[in-house]
């Protein structure tokens, strides 16, 4: 089996519209949470419009905010990871999307339009703008990138499975390079009020008890957006290129609840974490800190935690990186793989903030990090995302040693 490393990395993020600008706000422990002018939700995290000022009105036009994001992330990427797309190579470099809900700020433009003046007032664009699929189409057009070009859509383990499904194929050995990620544009009302109808979103008091995953006063979580994209790399052709390495994928393992459509179960949670163990090789017992799904609402929280008291029972580190930039959806789960990898790099772990021990809901009992970094030792990470249809995906990353 091939060994699969992690060599660039984009990221559109609430926290900040590059890599760089996301991570120092991530270290800094800055909230990119606000209070929301939607009037059906009191808080959210959103992007800063001016991610998009690197694209052309044309390219503003024809795609969908969730392309517009995905785009820039994916340049950042290839950028980062020194890779040249050209001729020679633009055939064996592939492009893996996930995304819940894809381009539906362009159906609900579409659609009132519609609704109001009547169907004949529908553009042309409704549907190059709306497609899951076309995230990935405009990466391939933008980047000249002409091998497969893959689009997963799992409502909140899109991200991971995307990133999973790259890290197998490399692994395989029928690809050497992918480029896999997640985008998530629904910071919408429409978006909001369906969430809102299911109970699932905050109604805390204020900014600092928005999203506060694992804590007795938690009461949903926060609708955030954005876009990250990984350079996934065959770890010979990444050293030939004489590439950075931020760290390496060892393990994906991904499960169905097959249980309830909205609830989760904590055997498919469970098998999912143990598939990817096992993938990886490794006994639980290697695990130096899970990020963790980590929504705030209590049904996961429970229901992860309990898994995770199961399956790990020497007390890693576990935070939700969610207190800091919201749920995104269908992105979370690459923004999350992309922190962790991260912080391999770095060294650092990055703990759930606006949560002190004595907060803690007494169901739960996990080493929790809370309000503090601290170092990283160089053991194996677990990053979960579980989704609604009982869908589920975990990564297992660790430092690359060559």
Request: proline share 3%.
């Amino acid at each position: 089996m091939n060994r699969v490393v992690i060599t660039g990395i984009g990221m559109v993020t609430p926290n900040g519209i590059t890599r760089e600008s996301t991570w120092d706000s991530i270290t800094n422990l800055e909230s990119s949470i606000t209070p929301s002018p939607i009037s059906n939700t009191k808080y959210i995290a959103k992007v800063d419009d001016a991610f998009h000022d690197s694209l052309t009105s044309k390219e503003i036009r024809y795609m969908d905010r969730c392309a517009q994001m995905a785009v820039v992330a994916s340049r950042e990427a290839v950028d980062d990871a020194g890779l040249e797309i050209n001729e020679d190579n633009c055939h064996h470099i592939s492009a893996y999307a996930g995304s819940a809900v894809g381009g539906i700020s362009a159906l609900v433009d579409e659609f009132g339009a519609a609704a109001v003046h009547g169907v004949d007032k529908m553009t042309m664009l409704v549907i190059p703008r709306n497609l899951i699929n076309m995230i990935t189409a405009n990466i391939s057009i933008d980047l000249g990138i002409k091998g497969d070009t893959l689009a997963y859509s799992l409502a909140c383990a899109s991200g991971t499975v995307a990133i999973g499904e790259a890290y197998k194929k490399i692994q395989s050995g029928s690809k050497k390079a992918i480029l896999a990620g997640g985008a998530e544009a629904c910071v919408l009302p429409e978006v909001i009020e369906a969430f809102r109808k299911l109970r699932a979103l905050t109604n805390g008091k204020t900014t600092e008890q928005a999203s506060i995953p694992f804590s007795k006063n938690r009461s949903g979580f926060v609708m955030s957006e954005g876009a990250v994209f990984l350079m996934l790399e065959e770890l010979e052709y990444a050293k030939q290129r004489g590439a950075t390495i931020y760290s390496e994928i060892v393990g994906y393992g991904s499960s169905s609840d097959a249980m309830s459509l909205l609830a989760p179960d904590v055997s498919g949670v469970t098998a999912c974490m143990k598939n990817a163990l096992v993938d990886a090789g490794v006994d639980g017992s290697e695990i130096e800190y899970i990020n963790a799904h980590g929504t705030s609402t209590k049904l996961n929280d429970i229901t992860e935690s309990t898994a995770i008291k199961q399956l790990f029972p020497h007390n890693p580190y576990v935070s939700s990186t969610k207190s800091l930039h919201g749920h995104a959806l269908g992105a979370a789960g690459a923004m999350e793989a992309a922190l962790c990898s991260l912080m391999i790099k770095n060294k650092q772990l990055i703990p759930t903030i606006n949560v002190k021990p004595a907060d803690v809901d007494e169901e739960i009992a996990i080493n929790l990090l809370l309000e503090k970094k601290v170092a990283y030792h160089g053991g194996k990470i677990v990053t979960n995302s579980f989704a609604f249809g009982g869908q589920n995906a975990s990564l297992v990353l660790t430092n690359y040693e060559g």
